[in-house]
Structures are given as C-alpha cells and as structure tokens.
C-alpha cells in the first residue's frame, strides 16, 4: 500500500483536573507517532482486495489530516483519571476544603442528641 509514512515526536503538556480534588493537573506529553497515510485510490483498492486494515487513514486531496491522529495519541497516553499526586487526599465531603492544605483538618461532628451537653460544657469552660 503506497502513502505517506508521517512519523514525530509531539512534545507538550497536557492539562487537566485533579480527579479527586479538582486541582489543575499538568501532564508532559511526549509521544513518538508513526502514522501511514494511504492515498485515497489505493485504500479503496485494498478494501476491494478485502484486506481490511483497520484505521486507515488516507490522504485528503493530498493533505495529511494530523489532528485525529495527534487527537488519539494524546488521549491514549494520558492517564483516565488523573491525580495531582498518586495519594491526593481529596476534598472535606463536609466543607469541600482542600486536605492537602490542611493537614489538621477534621470536623467535631456533634450529634445533634449532645448539642445540649455540649453547650453545657462550653459553658463550663468559659466560667
Ligand atoms: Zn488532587
Ligand atoms: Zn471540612
């Protein structure tokens, strides 16, 4: 099958969002591709041979169409869920704080049955 053979490096960064706490998360992206682009006449012919490659990519009236191929390399090297540290703590579920700031960070979750005592021992601790 005759085409133009397009191979490179795309050298770059990606970025994205912190899958549990939404920080921005920026990836270096460094991909070797190697891309055969077929002329349009000769793809047809090998469909016809039924020699089914699959992902063919064909030349456009001459020009090589690098985005989808950019497109698919990209994306299929970056991580699914990226993560701005493998062990991100995340977000408070109770006030949406940022954890990995704050390190002391807990919530003194009363149960509303105690509030009454608890006033109390604050009363107590202020006298
Ligand atoms: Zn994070
Ligand atoms: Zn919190």
Same mark, same amino acid.
């Given at each position: 099958m005759e085409g133009v053979l397009v191979s490179g490096s795309i050298v770059g960064q990606a970025i994205g969002e912190c899958g549990r706490c939404l920080d921005e998360v920026v990836e270096d992206v460094d991909i070797q591709i190697q891309e055969l682009f077929v002329y349009p006449e000769r793809a047809q012919a090998a469909e016809d041979d039924g020699d %089914? %490659? %699959? =992902? #063919?990519r064909e030349l456009e009236d001459d020009m090589i169409n690098l985005e989808p191929v950019l497109r698919d390399s990209v994306v299929t090297a970056l991580p699914f869920q990226p993560l701005c +540290? @493998? =062990? $991100? @703590? !995340?977000? $408070? +579920?109770? $006030? !949406? #704080?940022h954890l990995a700031d704050e390190v002391e960070h807990s919530h003194d979750v009363v149960d509303p049955r105690w509030s009454a005592l608890q006033s109390i021992i604050d009363e107590t601790k202020e006298s």
């Open positions: %089914e %490659e %699959e =992902d #063919v +540290s @493998p =062990d $991100c @703590p !995340g977000l $408070c +579920s109770i $006030c !949406g #704080v």
